[in-house]
C-alpha cells in the first residue's frame, strides 16, 4: 500500500461519503455544500490521473460558478429544512426505481473494472493543458465546435427568455 | 424664474461625447485631485498636547470673582439672574454677620449660588448685567459628566480659587479674557 | 514515489509556506493601518497616531480590540455554517499565495532553494480557481447568519464576483495567448528577457485591474458592504473576531491580487532595466523579492487612492459595466490579440 494509494482511498471515501451526505441531509443548502465536497475530491482524483487541468476546471466550472448559482437559486427560495417538498409515494417510488436502474448500471460497470491496476498516477497525459488543446483541436474538432453551437443556442435563448416582456409589447 | 443670485448653474443636460463616456479621463482627473491633497497642508492639531489659542471674545464656563484679599464680590443682588434669557441662575442670599469680613466684600453675600450648565447658553449677559464684577465668563469647556444633576454647578464648583492661599490657580482661572471695566 | 521525496526539500517548501503565510498576514494586517493612514492623508488629516510611534502599533491595538469583544452567534443560524463562513473566506484568501514566484533562487546551506511554494504547470489557473471559491465563505455566512441584509450582501457579492470574473478569465486568456504558458514563474522569466505583459496587454491589463477590484469587494464596488442599504451587508450579524476575519480576508485578497497584477503584468520580481544574473545568486533574490514588494505597495496604494475617489456603484451599473462593457471588451482585446499574433507570428 504506497502513498499513492491512501490518498486515492481517502479521496473516494471523502466523494462517496460525502455524496452519502448530500442526498440524505434535509437542508437543501447543506446538499449543496456537500456537492460541493464531492466535487473538490473528484478533482483530487483528477490530479491524481495527472489531469491538473481537467482538475482545476472542474473546480472553476462547477464548484466556483454552478454551485454559485444552485445555492443562489436555493438560498433565494429560502428552503428550510421543514420544508420536503415531495410526499407523494408514487413519485418516491419512481425515483427509488429509476436509481436503482442507474445503481444496477454502475455495478456491471464496476465489476468489468480491471482490478489489478485500481491506482495509476502519472500515467497518460491526456489531461495536460497542452495534450488536451491539441486533442481537442485536431482529433474532435467537429463535436468540439457542435458542443459550442449547442452553448450558442443554449445562451440565445436565455436572452429570448430574459427579453420576452419586451418582445411581447 | 428670475434667479435671486448668479450663484446657481445651469445642469447641462447634453448628450455625453465618447471620450465622457469612456469615463477612464474623468477618473483619472478625479484621482489626479486626490492626488494633490497629500502634499497639502493638513489643519488638524494634536489636541491635549497642542491647544489652539481661543479668540479674544471666548466665552467659556462661568466664574465667582474675588477681590485681591480673596473676598467675594457677588452681593446676590440677582440681576445676573435676571438677565440670564435660558433662566439657568438660581441665589439664595444673606447677610454677612460680623467677623465674616474677611470672606464677604459687602453686608450681603450669596448662601447659595447654582448655574445649571444644561440649561446656560454662554451668552454672557450674566457678565454684562453684574454691578460688581462677581460672575464673569472664564476660559474653560465645561467638562462632561455622567449625571444631568452633575451639571448644575453650585458655589463651590463655581468660585474662583484663593488669591493669596493659592495665586498659581488663581491666575490661571482668571486667564487672559479682557476684563470688564467696573467703576 | 511521494514518499521517495527529498526529506530536505519537505522541509524546505514547510518553512516557505510558513514564511508566506506570516509574512501576507503581516503585510495584510499593515494594510489595515496603511488604509487609515492614507484615507487620512488623502483627506488632509492626520490618521491613528497614538499606539506607538507614528501609530504603529495600530493594528495590534485594533486585533485586540476585535479578540476581547463578545461572540454573538444568532440563535436561528446553522453553527457550523456560521463559523465555516469566515473560516473558508480567510482558507482562501491564504491560499493562493502558493503558486506565486516571489523571488529567484536562493542559495542557503549549499542549497538552491526557489522561492515559491509549488510551480504547477496550471499556475494561473489555480488562482482563478480559489479565486472563485472566494465567494463561499461569504455567501455561506451570509445565509447562516439567518438576517434579510446579510442574505442580499451575500447574494450581492455572489452575482458581482461570478460576473466580474468572466471578463478577468478572458482579459487573462489574451495574456496567455502572448505568453504561451500558464506557470506564473515561467511568465516572470519572459518578461525579464523582454518587456513586461502590460506593452502587450495594456487594455488587458485595465480589465483585470478592473475586476481585479470587483473581485476583493473594493470600492467603487465594495456593494456587498453597501452600509446604507444593507447595514453592514455579509457581515451584519458577525461580531468579534469572526467579522476580524472577514474584514481581514478583504486585506488578504487586496495582497494577493496586487501580487498576482505584478507578477502577469508587471515584471514579478523583475528590477526594469537591470541584469540581473549578473549579480550573486542570492542578493539578486533579495532585490527580486524587494522589487516585487514595491510593485505590490504601489498597487495597494492604488486600490485605496481609488477608494478615495471614486464613489460606490449603483447595483445596475455594476451589472451594465460588467456584462456589457467589460466583457465585449475583454473579447474584442482576445480577438486583436489572436490577430495580432497571427499577423506579426510571433
Known amino acids: ?169 | 424664474m428670475q434667479a435671486l443670485t448668479n450663484k446657481a448653474k445651469q445642469v447641462n443636460r447634453a448628450p455625453m461625447s465618447f471620450m465622457e463616456k469612456l469615463y477612464l479621463p474623468a477618473i483619472i482627473k478625479g484621482m489626479m485631485i486626490t492626488f494633490s491633497h497629500i502634499f497639502k497642508k493638513k489643519p488638524t492639531i494634536n489636541y491635549p498636547e497642542k491647544k489652539r489659542p481661543f479668540s479674544p471674545v471666548f466665552r467659556g464656563l462661568q466664574i465667582l470673582n474675588r477681590d485681591e484679599e480673596g473676598r467675594e464680590n457677588c452681593t446676590a443682588c440677582g440681576l445676573c439672574a435676571v438677565a440670564c434669557p435660558a433662566e439657568a441662575i438660581t441665589m439664595e442670599a444673606a447677610e454677612r454677620q460680623p467677623g465674616e469680613e474677611h470672606l464677604y466684600k459687602e453686608e450681603k453675600y450669596a448662601a447659595k449660588y447654582e448655574i445649571n450648565m444644561l440649561r446656560c447658553i454662554f451668552c454672557g449677559l450674566c457678565e454684562e448685567a453684574c454691578p460688581k464684577d462677581a460672575i464673569y465668563l472664564s476660559e474653560t469647556f465645561t467638562p462632561a459628566d455622567y449625571q444631568r444633576k452633575q451639571f448644575i454647578y453650585s458655589k463651590n464648583d463655581l468660585l474662583i480659587p484663593h488669591p493669596k492661599e493659592n495665586e498659581e490657580a488663581y491666575l490661571k482661572a482668571l486667564g487672559n479674557r479682557p476684563q470688564k471695566q467696573t467703576l | 514515489m511521494m514518499l521517495a521525496m527529498d526529506f530536505a526539500f519537505l522541509i524546505e517548501k514547510l518553512i516557505l509556506i510558513v514564511v508566506v503565510v506570516f509574512a501576507s498576514l503581516g503585510i495584510a494586517m499593515y494594510t489595515t493601518f496603511a488604509e487609515r493612514k492614507v484615507a487620512a492623508i488623502l483627506q488632509d488629516r492626520r490618521g491613528p497616531n497614538r499606539a506607538g510611534p507614528f501609530g504603529l502599533l495600530q493594528p495590534l491595538a485594533d486585533g485586540m480590540k476585535l479578540f476581547f469583544k463578545e461572540e454573538i452567534i444568532p440563535n436561528f443560524s446553522s453553527k457550523t455554517l456560521f463559523i465555516l463562513g469566515p473560516a473558508l473566506a480567510m482558507l482562501t484568501a491564504c491560499m493562493t499565495s502558493a503558486v506565486i514566484p516571489w523571488g529567484n533562487k536562493v542559495e542557503l546551506f549549499g542549497r538552491s532553494i526557489d522561492l515559491q511554494i509549488a510551480d504547477v504547470n496550471i499556475g494561473i489557473l489555480y488562482v482563478f480557481g480559489v479565486v472563485s471559491l472566494g465567494v463561499y465563505g461569504i455567501m455561506i455566512g451570509a445565509w447562516a447568519s439567518n438576517n434579510k441584509f446579510s442574505l442580499m450582501g451575500g447574494l450581492r457579492a455572489a452575482s458581482q464576483i461570478i460576473s466580474y470574473e468572466l471578463a478577468m478569465g478572458i482579459s487573462m486568456i489574451a495574456l496567455l495567448m502572448v505568453t504561451g504558458t500558464l506557470s506564473l514563474k515561467e511568465m516572470v522569466v519572459q518578461q525579464q528577457h523582454g518587456y513586461w505583459n502590460v506593452v502587450y496587454q495594456p487594455l488587458g491589463f485595465l480589465i483585470f485591474l478592473i475586476c481585479a477590484f470587483a473581485e476583493c469587494n473594493r470600492t467603487p464596488f465594495d456593494l456587498p458592504e453597501a452600509e446604507n442599504e444593507l447595514i453592514g451587508g455579509y457581515h451584519t450579524e458577525y461580531s468579534s473576531m469572526k467579522l476580524g476575519f472577514y474584514l481581514f480576508s478583504e486585506y488578504i485578497n487586496m495582497f494577493i491580487s496586487s501580487v498576482v497584477m505584478a507578477t502577469l503584468f508587471f515584471g514579478g520580481y523583475d528590477l526594469p532595466f537591470f541584469d540581473e544574473s549578473t549579480l550573486a545568486p542570492n542578493i539578486a533574490a533579495i532585490i527580486g523579492v524587494a522589487a516585487l514588494m514595491a510593485k505590490v505597495i504601489a498597487f495597494i496604494f492604488l486600490f485605496m487612492w481609488v477608494r478615495w475617489t471614486i464613489p460606490r456603484f449603483r447595483y445596475d451599473q455594476l451589472m451594465h459595466l460588467g456584462w456589457r462593457i467589460l466583457i465585449p471588451l475583454a473579447l474584442f482585446n482576445m480577438l486583436a490579440t489572436g490577430g495580432a499574433i497571427l499577423y506579426f507570428g510571433k
Open chain 1, 1 to 169: 500500500m504506497n502513498l499513492t494509494s491512501i490518498i486515492f482511498l481517502l479521496l473516494s471515501l471523502m466523494a462517496v461519503g460525502s455524496s452519502l451526505m448530500m442526498i440524505s441531509s434535509k437542508s437543501p443548502v447543506h446538499s449543496v455544500l456537500w456537492l460541493i465536497v464531492v466535487f473538490f475530491a473528484i478533482s483530487g482524483h483528477y490530479i491524481l490521473l495527472n489531469a491538473q487541468f481537467l482538475a482545476i476546471v472542474n473546480i472553476i466550472v462547477y464548484a466556483g460558478a454552478i454551485m454559485v448559482l444552485f445555492l443562489f437559486v436555493v438560498m433565494l427560495m429560502n428552503l428550510n429544512a421543514e420544508t420536503e417538498p415531495i410526499k407523494n409515494y408514487r413519485l418516491q417510488l419512481v425515483g427509488i426505481v429509476a436509481g436503482g436502474t442507474l445503481l444496477l448500471i454502475i455495478i456491471y460497470a464496476v465489476m468489468k473494472i480491471d482490478v489489478e491496476n485500481l491506482v495509476e498516477m502519472k500515467v497518460g497525459d491526456a489531461g495536460l493543458i497542452k495534450n488536451l488543446g491539441m486533442n481537442l483541436f485536431k482529433n474532435y474538432v467537429l463535436p468540439f465546435e457542435i458542443s459550442s453551437v449547442l452553448f450558442l443556442s443554449a445562451m440565445i435563448g436565455a436572452v429570448v427568455i430574459g427579453k420576452k416582456d419586451e418582445l411581447s409589447k
